[in-house]
T-cell receptor, first 116, second 113 residues
């Protein structure tokens, strides 16, 4: 069965410092993995996705993630945080009910706070 | 603008009332999904559809019904609203197996009192 675990419910960084949001996954087959961002009272925006191509995936707004099969991890990073990065971030894997139909399984989310 | 449109954006229901959450997409996507998001949690799948006339249950289908009479529309029906259905509901669509271009609607915030 597919699942994702976001290791931190809340991460706080100072503006200009690096961001690391951790995600481990479990999958019985080669997964597709995503990171989504949700700003307060807003919908979901795709940051980046891994679909078995390059293991280092670059996304929007300077974010990137590295797929590490040996560690079953897909951590999200950004070299320098900006105040506008403050939001909830979800690690997502395909699978679950009707897995071949591409349903998404969401982690519980990591709230990123950015201090001035 | 192309995308997924959800209506209404906000709604307050009394216990036992019924309502339909509307979802429409204009991208000719075959696959459509309904998710709910509870406070502090990720999204959980309620129902999904792989094309007009075909629907199936997700992880948390109890208390909901869906239909898919056209490619464009995928309404979610709550028959007897309960406080446990207080949540934010997201509709999403994508255009086929193996391609993961999901598009999410902006959500419907439902409160049952």
């Amino acid at each position: 069965a597919q699942s994702v675990t976001q290791l931190d419910s809340h991460v706080s960084v100072s503006e200009g410092t690096p961001v690391l949001l951790r995600c481990n996954y479990s999958s019985s087959y080669s997964p597709s993995l995503f990171w989504y961002v949700q700003h307060p009272n807003k919908g979901l925006q795709l940051l980046l996705k891994y679909t078995s191509a390059a293991t280092l995936v670059k996304g929007i707004n300077g974010f990137e993630a590295e797929f590490k099969k040996s560690e079953t991890s897909f951590h999200l990073t950004k070299p320098s945080a900006h105040m506008s990065d403050a939001a909830e971030y979800f690690c997502v894997v395909t699978g679950g009910y009707g897995g071949s139909q591409g349903n998404l399984i969401f982690g519980k989310g990591t709230k990123l706070s950015v201090k001035p | 603008n192309a995308g997924v449109t959800q209506t209404p954006k906000f709604r307050i229901l009394k216990i036992g009332q019924s309502m339909t959450l509307q979802c429409a997409q204009d991208m000719n996507h075959n696959y459509m999904y309904w998710y709910r998001q509870d406070p502090g949690m990720g999204l959980k799948l309620i129902y999904y559809s792989v094309g007009a006339g075909i629907t199936d249950k997700g992880e948390v289908p109890n208390g909901y019904n869906v239909s898919r009479s056209t490619t464009e529309d995928f309404p979610l029906r709550l028959e007897l609203a309960a406080p446990s259905q207080t949540s934010v509901y997201f509709c999403a669509s994508r255009n086929g197996v193996g391609t993961y271009g999901y598009t999410f609607g902006s959500g419907t915030r439902l409160t049952v009192v």
